[in-house]
């Protein structure tokens, strides 16, 4: 199973960003995918998820309102549209898929991921 994320660049507060996650080797409705994102100088934090078997999808109180996850099974994919963008929002992005089935809470947690992606670069200017 490989993931590659893209999408990323460079966008004024205000702006609008869409990433893309490709899953290869199985079918991305075999996963809870998740993404996260990892600013200069800090940790890698959780950012949204979308669950298999609900179709859930739940977000970070940070973007909350303002990001919105999505999955394609034709394209095998999960997308994070990003809006209203701010440069708090500049960071890696990284989308990750979990095999095992955990509750909700325990999928913020990037240790519960088995595949990620090799990151994309969000970069928002005041």
């Known amino acids: 199973v490989q993931l590659q994320a893209s999408g990323g660049g460079s966008a004024q507060a205000g702006g609008s960003l869409r990433l893309s996650c490709v899953v290869s080797g199985r079918p991305v409705s075999n996963f809870d995918v998740g993404w996260f994102r990892q600013a200069p100088g800090k940790e890698r934090e959780f950012v949204a998820v979308f669950r298999r078997s609900t179709n859930a999808k739940y977000y970070a109180d940070s973007v909350k309102g303002r990001f919105s996850i999505s999955r394609d099974n034709t394209k095998n994919t999960v997308a994070l549209q990003m809006s209203s963008l701010s440069p708090e929002d500049t960071a890696v992005y990284y989308c990750?898929?979990?095999?095992?089935?955990?509750?909700?809470?325990?999928?913020?947690?990037?240790?519960?991921?088995?595949?990620w992606g090799q990151g994309t670069l969000v970069t928002v200017s005041s």
């Open positions: 990750a898929a979990s095999e095992r089935r955990y509750i909700m809470s325990a999928l913020f947690d990037g240790t519960r991921y088995d595949y």
